[in-house]
């Protein structure tokens, strides 16, 4: 009861800036008065108003600095305000938004040809909206190379849904995807879920051989799919991170590669 939590995260809505100065209004009524924990799911800055330039990054480190405690979810966010604070905040990542729960009496072979893979095919599985940071394209030149000489037989799997309803640009992104698949040739390879439930994702995973998740800016533990496809523990390849990730071993629990790389 003597403790508030928020939770920060600028791209998810058009933010308010007085939210940023809250702690600091708390400070001001003095005691007795409740602590101030924030949770920074990102340390994307908020829009205020036209030319806000540097006053936007400000805010944030506003709400970070007045705060009695601040959390991170990832590394790179970790070290980005710890040298905005001049103090570590707190690092605790966010997990994975489904728990691995598979459906009664799964049967893998039977989920496989629900998507179209028979035993002797190779079944690429992307977990997560589509949207350009996510590296789709890539992952579609990756799988054409695939099927032209190494891997014929190889399949794609997009499970989930196609896009959030947080950015308008994802719809365009999607049909730029949807005419490269055309323009490559693989309608025949790809396969859509749409929506799941919590068990059928996890029977995705299940059936699939390799999870590829092609990062345009790194693998970041940010990414709650990348989480998701960690508790499932299903093989998978990601791309290089900016900073170093200690929890990540290449070659180990992930396969590592450089990034805007279809073939590597």
Not at 103 to 111: M, S, T
Request: hydrophobic share 40%; glycine share 8%.
């Amino acid at each position: 009861p003597d403790v508030v939590h928020v939770q920060y995260q600028a791209a998810a809505y058009a933010m308010h800036p007085a939210i940023n100065f809250w702690p600091r209004r708390l400070r001001w009524k003095g005691l007795p008065r409740p602590r101030s924990v924030v949770t920074f799911h990102d340390l994307k800055v908020p829009y205020l108003f036209p030319k806000a330039g540097p006053l936007r990054r400000q805010v944030v480190t506003e709400l970070a600095r007045q705060s009695d405690a601040a959390i991170t979810t990832n590394r790179e966010d970790w070290q980005s305000l710890q040298q905005a604070l001049g103090r570590p905040p707190a690092l605790i990542p966010i997990g994975s938004n489904i728990t691995p729960q598979l459906p009664p009496e799964v049967d893998r072979p039977a989920w496989r040809r629900r998507w179209g893979a028979g035993p002797e095919d190779l079944l690429l599985c992307f977990f997560g909206f589509i949207n350009d940071r996510k590296g789709v394209d890539v992952l579609l030149h990756a799988l054409h190379h695939l099927v032209s000489g190494l891997v014929p037989r190889a399949r794609l799997l997009f499970i989930g849904g196609q896009t959030g309803a947080s950015d308008p640009t994802n719809a365009r992104f999607l049909l730029q995807i949807q005419q490269l698949i055309a323009e490559l040739g693989l309608e025949e390879r790809v396969q859509w879920t749409g929506y799941l439930t919590g068990d059928e994702v996890s029977a995705c995973f299940r059936a699939s051989d390799l999870c590829v998740l092609p990062f345009r800016d790194g693998v970041s533990f940010l990414h709650g799919t990348f989480h998701a496809a960690l508790a499932h523990g299903v093989p998978i390849i990601t791309t290089q991170p900016r900073i170093a990730l200690p929890e990540l071993s290449d070659g180990g629990n992930v396969a590592l590669v450089p990034r805007e790389d279809p073939q590597a």
